[in-house]
């Protein structure tokens, strides 16, 4: 059986007027709270260290530095606006993106974010930052990380226009062991940047040594060292 | 005595499969299968592996809690029903109903975990969702033994859930509160209190699973020994539901009914 209700006029006006006060309050507030949230910028966390991610992992530790390297990718999209990498602390990124690494010492997530996205920043030095953070990660795993810091050598030369630190960064790639499997060509960046350098004496003398020593056997990588010497010695006799 | 354990059992086990139990696990796996499907839009490499990973997770905390569900309520029903008195007026001990009730969890969690294996299989490969399933009916079968003896110690609902979750939770961040601990004694300088609550918490964890007793989703991710991480799982689970079919026992055999 349905309740008869009395009508709205018997209710105490105080106890209405209440009522649509509070009302109005609380949308006010709502909407202010809505205005505040989209044009401020919610900076990065400072992040807990690795071991604490491990033990909140609940034995999902891999699963869980996904998560989080995909929270961490998401940060730049706040309400539904992309946020410009230069507003990003990236000494704060870096420590995350070192959290993360640590937590799942095999992925490629974080540095990859590192080598493709945020190195899309305009700033010098945050992009400074991302290389040197690359850099770093890949002396702790060569073998995994060697792509990256390939691309990283690309990006300093490019994006940064700091040839020395480019061919530091490819130095690295071709002074791994031969039991580093990577393609010759990324062992190989260092020459062609030692030509950019006009360093030409040294990069005949590698190129002579390489081709001397027979530690190149692939017959298409010999031919493209043979023409860089070639190139390299008219350069020199120009 | 074995045909009555097991009509017993079959008994209890009906009482369970008449909660609509399987539409449940369709709907807990069709939520969780759109859930992680949306991981792999976000994800930029590793995008199967995560969501695979991200699908098994979902359905092993959603099915532990269903189990723990079904295990206490089914229980709660029997002391609300006054189903022990009944019982205890025919020629039937009190050890057969546990018994009865661990063969009922176990069939419980194989009907739970069944629909895992196709699951599984289709976003993550045969092998891995074969170690999955085992390896979460061990867990489940685990926990709701947890349940068991909880309804049977607390008779109410809410408690048991709430403690066993306790335990459960307890036993997975067990190293997060061992670490946390460890560094409030050392930020203490070794203060009295902090060593005490540190040995107390010590003292616990001799009480509850090891983490090796539960499903590793770490297997998503590379290529793991399936053998030796179950083999290691069964020992641990098979110790600790002896354990705990032990305190059932003793916890039920004292239970006085005015029969």
């Given at each position: 059986m349905k309740r008869c209700a009395r009508p709205l006029l018997q209710v105490?006006?105080?106890?209405?007027?209440?009522?649509?006060?509070?009302?109005?309050?609380?949308?006010a507030f709502h909407q202010s709270a809505i205005t505040q949230k989209s044009?401020?910028?919610?900076?990065?966390?400072?992040p807990f260290d690795a071991s604490i991610y491990r033990g909140l992992a609940m034995g999902s530790e891999q699963l869980f530095s996904y998560l989080l390297a995909i929270r961490l990718q998401l940060h730049d999209n706040q309400a539904g606006r992309h946020i410009r990498y230069s507003q990003i602390d990236y000494e704060l990124l870096v420590r995350w993106l070192d959290q993360i690494q640590a937590l799942n010492p095999a992925s490629e997530y974080p540095i990859m974010l590192a080598s493709r996205v945020y190195s899309q920043t305009m700033d010098k030095a945050r992009l400074r930052i991302i290389l040197d953070y690359i850099d770093r990660i890949f002396m702790a795993n060569p073998q995994l990380h060697w792509r990256h810091l390939a691309e990283a050598t690309v990006i300093a030369k490019h994006r940064l226009g700091d040839l020395a630190l480019a061919l530091q960064m490819a130095q690295k790639l071709s002074n791994q062991p031969a039991s580093i499997?990577?393609?010759?060509?990324?062992?190989?960046?260092?020459?062609?940047?030692?030509?950019?350098?006009?360093?030409?004496?040294?990069?005949?003398?590698?190129?002579?040594?390489?081709?001397?020593s027979d530690a190149v056997s692939d017959p298409d990588e010999k031919l493209f060292l043979q023409e860089k010497l070639l190139y390299f010695q008219q350069k020199l006799s120009e | 005595m074995m045909g009555q354990t097991i009509s017993l059992f079959r008994f209890l086990l009906l009482g369970v499969i008449n909660l609509r139990l399987f539409a449940l696990v369709s709907i807990l796996v069709i939520v969780a299968g759109l859930l992680s499907s949306f991981i792999t839009e976000l994800a930029i490499v590793n995008s199967d592996e995560i969501a695979a990973a991200l699908l098994a997770d979902m359905l092993r905390y959603s099915l532990v809690f269903l189990a723990l569900l079904l295990v206490t309520t089914s229980v709660a029903q029997d002391f609300e029903f006054k189903q022990f008195e009944r019982l205890l007026t025919m020629p039937i001990s009190r050890w057969q109903y546990i018994a009865a009730q661990f063969l009922a969890i176990a069939s419980i969690s194989s009907i739970l975990v069944l629909p895992v294996l196709p699951v599984i299989s289709l976003t993550a490969g045969f092998d891995i969702a074969i170690y999955w399933t085992l390896a979460l009916w061990l867990e489940v079968l685990l926990v709701g033994m947890l349940?068991?003896?909880?309804?049977?110690?607390?008779?109410?609902?809410?408690?048991?859930?709430?403690?066993?979750?306790?335990?459960?939770?307890?036993?997975?961040?067990?190293?997060?509160?061992?670490?946390?601990?460890v560094e409030s004694v050392k930020l203490s300088d070794g203060a009295a209190t902090n060593r005490f609550a540190d040995m107390v918490f010590n003292g616990i964890l001799n009480l509850i699973p090891r983490l090796e007793a539960f499903a590793q989703n770490d297997v998503f991710f590379g290529s793991q020994n399936f053998a030796a991480m179950?083999?290691?799982?069964?020992?641990?689970?098979?110790?600790?539901?002896?354990?705990?079919?032990?305190?059932?026992?003793i916890d039920f055999y004292r239970k006085e009914f005015n029969i």
């Open positions: 105490p006006w105080l106890l209405l007027a209440g009522f649509f006060l509070l009302l109005l309050i609380q949308i044009i401020s910028y919610r900076p990065l966390s400072i499997k990577m393609p010759a060509w990324a062992r190989d960046i260092h020459l062609i940047l030692l030509g950019d350098l006009n360093e030409y004496e040294t990069a005949i003398a590698i190129i002579g040594g390489l081709l001397k | 349940g068991l003896v909880a309804i049977l110690a607390l008779e109410k609902i809410p408690q048991a859930v709430f403690f066993s979750l306790a335990v459960y939770l307890l036993a997975k961040l067990s190293g997060l509160i061992s670490q946390m601990l179950l083999m290691a799982q069964l020992g641990t689970v098979t110790l600790y539901t002896l354990f705990l079919l032990a305190v059932a026992l």
